[in-house]
């Protein structure tokens, strides 16, 4: 594909001037509006942004769960507007992981088994050894023969996680991974992504309406009417400081 070859090496995921409309004509509804960016491999964005603003239409779109309307988005390298929905199912189940607010195990299944189901259904087999490795990188080596009713909402959210990961996709995706979690759980499942950013150089992007959830990522990516507004790099994270400023901004853009 001649298109590949514009997409500079660093990122796994490029939106070129990508619109997405919803409905014609008096009942379109323009949920991005020409958004333009790049997440470079091995990092962790968080994308906010007030109610309404696209920031799902965006994951969905990136992710090739959705098409946009105009632009070009390019996942591992190739252009998904390219692809017919055979193909993009393909590039989901071989190159994108998805966590989303929902756990959604299976109460009779261990979480090994959780792990690898989704996998084998979609028609790709991974090994024990993939699977122990999953729940490894995510501190839950020892609960593989758990089933989720015997397992915290944290643990179950990252066992999610260990089904997400383990056919090492390019890109992990999580819709608001947090929302159905307290303080505490909410803080053991950022500490295991930013864990799996640092040690295993996934590259992460992450929807959530929670400071300090956002501010686990390296970079915050602002949205507002299907635009991006701003872009907060965190760099050496410094955890409260950086929500505060987070909450801050977001107040602004919600005034
Ligand atoms: N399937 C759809 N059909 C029509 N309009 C839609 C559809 N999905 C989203 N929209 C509209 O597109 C815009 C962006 O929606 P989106 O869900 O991406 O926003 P969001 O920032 O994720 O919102 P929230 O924080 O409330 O989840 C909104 O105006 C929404 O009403």
Known sequence: MTTTRQEPASDAVRLTTVHKEYGVGDHAVTALDGVSIGFPRGTFTAI???SGSGKSTLLQCAAGLDRPTGGRVLVAGADIGQMNE???TILRRDHI????QAYNLVESLTA???VELPSRFAGRRVSRGQVA???????????AGHRPGELSGGQQ??????????????????DEPTGALDTVTSREVL???RGLVDEEGQTTLMVTHDPVAAAAADVVVFLKDGRITD???????SGNRDAASIAAHMARLEA
């Open 231 to 237: 872009r907060m790099s965190l760099g050496r994270r």
């Open 48 to 50: 906010m942004g007030p």
């Open 97 to 100: 992981g998805f966590v989303f």
């Open 112 to 114: 090994a088994q959780n």
């Open 133 to 143: 490795d999953a729940l490894a990188a995510v501190g839950l080596a020892d609960r």
């Open 191 to 193: 500490r295991t992504m």
């Open 157 to 174: 959210q990252r066992v999610a996680l260990a089904r997400a990961l383990v056919t090492r996709p390019d890109v992990l995706f999580a």
């Open 86 to 88: 055979r193909q993009r």
